[in-house]
């Protein structure tokens, strides 16, 4: 089963702006992480921020965690058409990554 | 250094049929992982190895899923009698020690199943 919902499902945005995706999730959680994922193929490991932590900055990358409403935002500045990918958040209670649907972002040039 | 790499990339192949899906992992990587994912969907676990050992099965669907993974390094996942509803992309991910909050697991490019 899945653990976490992403939102929205689909997001089209011109290049150069920004894209802000958000995770809601249902357990308590060690971490959460974001990967991303082009055409259908393997994961890329973006971002992981800790159960401890509120925000964590990577390049174009910054991602917040409220673990008190159980959700975690990624947003992504000044986007690029190569972003055009889908994300998907990830808990991880134990060893095991669950995996939310995914948010499906097109970057139009 | 080599990430983790998956073959074949793709494979199709008829309901009832047997098929093997292997996953060659970060070498030194003691954890190992297989997801199956959906059209339009997210991952989903199906079993977890610490070293040789499966330690934790509980994402296969039934009894015509398995694992093995005899010298802690390469897994192999055999699926029999397959279904048409088995048709996915099989992702394969490992890790340094598979700790909980601690690693980052490395996925590999996958395998698409195609049951037909």
């Known amino acids: 089963s899945q653990q976490g919902e992403e939102d929205p499902q689909a997001l089209s945005i011109q290049e150069g702006e920004n894209a802000t995706m958000n995770c809601s999730y249902k357990?308590?959680?060690?971490?959460l992480q974001w990967y991303r994922q082009n055409s259908g193929r393997g994961l890329v490991h973006l971002i992981l921020?800790?159960?401890?932590?509120r925000e964590k900055h990577s390049g174009r990358l910054r991602v917040t965690l409220d673990t008190s409403k159980k959700s975690s935002s990624l947003l992504i500045t000044a986007s690029r058409a190569a972003d055009t990918a889908s994300y998907f958040c990830?808990?991880?209670?134990?060893?095991?990554?669950?995996f939310g649907s995914g948010t499906r972002l097109l970057v139009r040039p | 250094g080599a990430g983790v790499s998956q073959t074949p990339s793709n494979k199709v192949t008829e309901k009832g049929k047997y098929v093997e899906l292997r996953c060659d992992p970060i070498?030194?990587?003691?954890?190992l992982y297989w997801y199956r994912q959906s059209l339009g969907q997210g991952p989903e676990f199906l079993i977890y190895?610490?070293?040789?050992?499966?330690?934790?099965d509980s994402g296969l669907p039934n009894d015509r899923f398995f694992a093995v993974r005899p010298e802690g390094s390469v897994s192999t996942l055999k699926i029999q009698r397959t279904e048409r509803g088995d048709s996915a992309m099989y992702l394969c991910?490992?890790?340094?020690?598979?700790?909980?909050?601690?690693?980052?697991?490395?996925f590999g490019p996958g395998t698409r199943l195609t049951v037909l």
């Open positions: 070498s030194g990587h003691t954890a």
């Open positions: 990830a808990t991880d209670s134990s060893y095991k990554l669950i």
């Open positions: 357990t308590s959680i060690n971490n």
């Open positions: 991910a490992s890790s340094l020690s598979g700790t909980s909050g601690k690693d980052e697991q490395f």
């Open positions: 190895f610490q070293g040789t050992g499966a330690a934790d």
């Open positions: 921020i800790r159960s401890n932590e």
